[in-house]
């Protein structure tokens, strides 16, 4: 099927940045919406941002002008650049994809997710 694999997690101090990337790779024949969730302990997973195949984007509102969301459509990429991090966006970060495999499915995939840790 379709594997997510996301990196660049990590612990960075408040007000620190991250980059984090996510590279689809299997049965792809084509990649629709991709985007970045995240759950923090105790809470449900919620939307961070999206981003079309065209680069239309969506952010949830308490996160738009921090997070970034851009993907690299050759590479089967998609990227969240955030900024300005505070405790509270600790949460471990997963990626999801919608695509059509080469077998003719059409779904949604998950990653296993990345951690962010943000503490002084």
């Known amino acids: 099927q379709v594997q997510l694999v996301e990196s660049g997690g990590g612990l960075v101090q408040p007000g620190g940045s991250l980059r984090l990337s996510c590279a689809a790779s299997?049965?792809?024949?084509?990649?629709?919406?991709m985007g970045w969730y995240r759950q923090a302990p105790g809470n449900k997973r919620e939307m961070v941002a999206t981003?079309?195949?065209?680069?239309?984007?969506n952010y949830a509102d308490s996160l738009e002008g921090r997070f970034t969301i851009s993907r690299d459509n050759d590479k089967n990429t998609v990227f969240l650049q955030v900024h300005s991090l505070k405790p509270e966006d600790t949460a471990v970060y997963y990626c999801?994809?919608?695509?059509?495999?080469?077998?003719?499915?059409?779904?949604?995939?998950w990653g296993q997710g990345t951690q962010v840790t943000v503490s002084s």
């Open positions: 981003i079309t195949s065209g680069g239309s984007t």
């Open positions: 999801n994809a919608v695509a059509i495999t080469t077998t003719g499915s059409y779904g949604g995939f």
């Open positions: 299997g049965s792809i024949f084509r990649l629709d919406n």
